[in-house]
């Protein structure tokens, strides 16, 4: 079973459980929300309320629960996954609430009593007592015995609707047959990838003949290169500047204010009047922690990364001119202008030149990629190992399963993958390689180089594993289990998809951070 199915599977047990988590003691509430659906809803579905005490009581218990296990809990999990999650599993809960009342189920009235009586929370020297119902409803679940208890049928008519979906996955022994085909067959990979960027250095500059051929032979793709990377040829006017700041706190007093112009404006007077070089002074009396080190050095700076009153001076500046010294949230600054670029857009002929160049290189280094894929497919052929050679550059494993840059083929070892899809590990997507190897008989060299993305790859099998009809007959129960299961999450995804498009629900998004922000 994969991982969207097992991720679907544990969606499916918490709406089942739902009602255990939605009704239980240790939350206290968090009050009243607003939204565009009505005040006391997180949600409308179908006509049908879905209160603000049923969603913070579920978020409450899942991150109590979270909590009281040790598990660390992110800001952003507890602020939008989790409240999303629990969303989720109300909104689906009525849905087959209302699914079941559509469909005439109804549970019993013992079965109902039998879930209450279980319920520890009504519970007094381990056994079930009215009184202490009564008193759990009244001082925890805040909410009448005639209210409890048909929320309470509802959710378990939710539960046994499920149940009628599921009882509908029935398998024949052609699906089981077919899933251990697809399980069985498996295999493991060796493979090295040859990127173009492994190569770019080696690729020197063409020469003006060869890029004018160039040039000729790819005005597509240079004109198509230009319009999807237009952004790279047009510049905002820069200037190059450095600063001189003198910090003022926000909620500084008049005289401090005061005090804090009249060393800037000194600061002034020393590199205009005085002829001190600017550097120097940034360097030895500048209060900008990020600037002070470099000489005040801002760099290439555009109008839209300064304030709009620096901004404005900065860019009212000749090269080489000094500011007077002007007022920010941060303090007074005073700055020098090095050197201004006027606002660039080069038109396709202009940047032809350099797009040609860029797209020449790439091409080589393609080139080359591939020409070093076909010699180590022959040293492959000639009795040699991808491990042999290309090992991994730091011992232990290489930059792919590092998650870091490859910067020169290595050799990368995929485990065991399955014949079910046209993926292999680490590789992702590579359709015409898995076709290979689960076309190979036994461990051998793959004889062809794969395209893949920008680069290529070659690998050799080193281990296979064949579906038989003994293994077949020794797992066929476990395997008719695993494909019922299968079916059943299918069968319940379907179900539930058609249940959300065909109704209609309308989520207080407002009301919900109300309660988010509330615990």
């Known amino acids: 079973m994969n991982a969207r199915k097992v991720l679907s599977l544990v969606g499916i047990v918490a709406i089942a459980v739902v009602f255990t988590l939605q009704f239980g003691p240790g939350s206290t509430g968090f009050g009243s929300g607003r939204g565009p659906v009505v005040p006391s809803a997180v949600a409308v579905v179908n006509g049908k309320e879905i209160p603000l005490r049923d969603f913070s009581r579920v978020y409450a218990g899942q991150l109590n629960s979270l909590r009281n296990r040790g598990v660390p809990i992110p800001e952003s999990y507890a602020r939008q996954s989790l409240p999303s999650q629990v969303m989720d599993q109300l909104v689906t809960r009525e849905l087959l609430s209302q699914a079941a009342e559509r469909h005439g189920i109804n549970p019993s009235d013992d079965e109902l009593r039998k879930l209450i009586h279980e319920n520890a929370d009504f519970h007094k020297d381990g056994q079930f007592n009215f009184e202490q119902y009564k008193r759990a409803l009244r001082d925890y679940y805040r909410t009448t015995e005639p209210k409890y208890e048909e929320e309470l049928r509802r959710q378990l008519a939710a539960q046994k609707m499920l149940q009628v979906v599921n009882s509908g996955a029935v398998v024949s022994d052609d699906e089981v047959r077919a899933r251990y085909e697809k399980d069985a067959n498996q295999a493991k990979v060796v493979f090295a990838r040859f990127l173009p960027t492994m190569y770019a250095a080696q690729v020197p500059a063409p020469t003006p003949a060869q890029l004018e051929e160039f040039r000729k032979a790819h005005n597509d793709e240079i004109s198509t290169y230009y319009e999807s990377n237009r952004f790279m040829y047009q510049q905002a006017e820069r200037a190059k500047a450095r600063q001189i700041l003198v ?230 129960d476990e395997l008719r289990e695993q494909t019922r299961r299968a079916k059943q999450i299918e069968m319940t995804e379907s179900f539930l998809k058609a249940l959300r498009e065909t109704g209609t629900v309308v989520e207080n998004n407002e009301a919900i951070q109300t309660i988010v922000g509330a615990s």
């Open 247 to 476: 910090k003022l706190a926000p909620d500084a007093a008049a005289q401090q204010k005061a005090e804090a112009k009249s060393r800037a404006e000194a600061l002034h007077k020393e590199v205009t009047e005085g002829g001190k070089d600017f550097a120097t002074v940034a360097r030895e009396r500048s209060e900008d922690p990020g600037t002070k080190a470099s000489g005040g050095d801002l760099g290439w700076v555009e109008r839209a990364s300064l304030e709009p009153t620096l901004a404005e001076a900065v860019f009212a500046l000749a090269p080489n001119g000094v500011s007077q010294p002007i007022e920010t949230k941060l303090g007074w600054h005073v700055v020098k202008v090095e050197e201004k670029q006027a606002a660039q857009d080069k038109k396709l002929e202009e940047a032809a030149p350099e797009i040609a160049t860029t797209l020449y290189k790439q091409q080589k280094a393609k080139e080359l990629a591939k020409a070093a894929a076909e010699k180590a497919l022959a040293s492959l052929k000639g009795g040699q190992t991808l491990q042999q050679l290309f090992p991994p550059e730091k011992e232990g494993q290489p930059a792919l399963q590092r998650f870091e840059t490859e910067t020169r083929p290595e050799a990368v070892e995929t485990g065991s993958f399955t014949a079910g899809g046209e993926s292999v590990p680490y590789l992702g997507l590579a359709p015409a390689l898995s076709t290979a190897a689960f076309s190979a008989p036994g461990p051998q060299v793959l004889d062809q180089v794969f395209p893949l993305s920008e680069g290529f790859v070659v690998a050799q099998v080193t281990e296979r594993v064949k579906p038989s009809d003994e293994t077949f007959t020794q797992k066929k």
